[in-house]
């Protein structure tokens, strides 16, 4: 195991969207406090040195648009966002599959998805190596734009369960 490089994967709910009447759940926008914690949670990414090589997004709008703000607060050379219908609404296990999936020369993923499936997946894959009080914040509460950053030297393919370390839980709001 030591001989593998080390992974992170962001674990990020979509930012706060509207409920517009008439609206169809996979096509709810994001309201104007959600592009602009998007965006703050890309410029924390980019601020503490944290650059996804591969971004996977569910296909909803909010969804879309959460990874787009997020890409700007990034700056420039960032992937575009690889959408996934298998996200949308999925479990636990159902992202973790998606992750499975990652070619092993990703080093670090940003998932960007919706509740209960990314606080499930986070608590799934929390390690006792996890940073005690993020692990406990993802565990216990999961905001609209909040995402769980976790280190692990496990390959994407066998990663499944107690195999990563919750290093930081994050919850961008105003500045």
Sequence with gaps: MSEHQS???LVMRHAKSAWPPGVPDVERPLLPRGFREARLA???LRENGIRPDVILCSTATRAQQTCAE???GLGDDVPDAELQDALYAASA???LAVVNAVPDTARCVLLVAHMPGVQ???TRLASNDSDGDAADDA???YPTSAFAVLETLTPWAELDGRDAAVAHFVVPRGR
């Design 7 to 9: 992974n992170r994967l």
């Design 42 to 44: 890309g410029t924390w």
């Design 70 to 72: 997020v890409r700007s």
């Design 93 to 95: 296990a159902r992202m």
């Design 120 to 122: 499930e997946l986070v």
């Design 139 to 141: 565990a216990s509460r």
